[in-house]
């Protein structure tokens, strides 16, 4: 390189400094290109399921909301002749929301789950399914059911004006 004049020395270096640069720039285009991968993965399994769940919760929320609100219709509540609607609009409520949770549920378990969120995701599914079939009772006949329930046919006699079948 000592035999080379001052301008071949300059181009030399210019060429290594190009080719270092092109070389640098390719590995952060490289680079950058992973960490965008990243955090759609990021993106799409972990945000997108948070703002489902809640939604989730929203939902769930709702239907406890519903199931006070069917309660109140009980004639034995001196609140329940502002309740103008029968108690099957609380059920569609509850039922449409139901639909919901299962297809947002569904979605959820379709994406990437650790193994802490597997085990999560099966302690709702058993608390889920408890308190829909234990908590909620209205069945195919869970309005007699209900009536029958809440004081031992009294209230089916009150609301109907005969005694409830058991």
């Known amino acids: 390189m000592s035999n080379l004049s001052i301008?071949?020395?300059?181009?030399?270096?210019?060429?290594?400094?190009?080719?270092?640069?092109?070389?640098?720039?390719?590995?952060?285009?490289?680079?950058?290109?992973?960490?965008?991968?990243?955090?759609?993965?990021?993106?799409?399994?972990?945000?997108?399921?948070?703002?489902?769940?809640?939604?989730?919760?929203?939902?769930?929320?709702?239907?406890?909301?519903?199931?006070?609100?069917?309660?109140q219709h009980d004639p034995r509540n001196p609140i329940h002749t502002a309740h103008d609607h029968p108690v099957s609009k609380h059920l569609d409520s509850f039922n449409q929301r139901r639909a919901e949770i299962n297809a947002l549920w569904d979605k959820y378990m379709a994406t990437y789950l650790t193994e802490e969120e597997k085990k999560l995701a099966e302690d709702f599914v058993a608390k889920n399914k408890a308190w829909v079939e234990g908590f909620w009772l209205f069945g195919a006949h869970g309005r007699r059911r209900f009536l029958r329930e809440t004081d031992s046919g009294h209230t089916c006699r009150r609301a109907h004006g005969v005694g409830c079948s058991r």
Do not use: Q
């Open 7 to 71: 301008g071949k020395r300059i181009s030399v270096l210019t060429i290594v400094s190009g080719i270092l640069i092109l070389v640098v720039a390719g590995v952060g285009w490289k680079n950058m290109s992973n960490a965008i991968i990243a955090l759609e993965s990021t993106y799409n399994d972990r945000l997108v399921p948070v703002s489902d769940l809640g939604k989730i919760s929203d939902l769930l929320g709702g239907n406890t909301a519903e199931v006070l609100r069917a309660i």
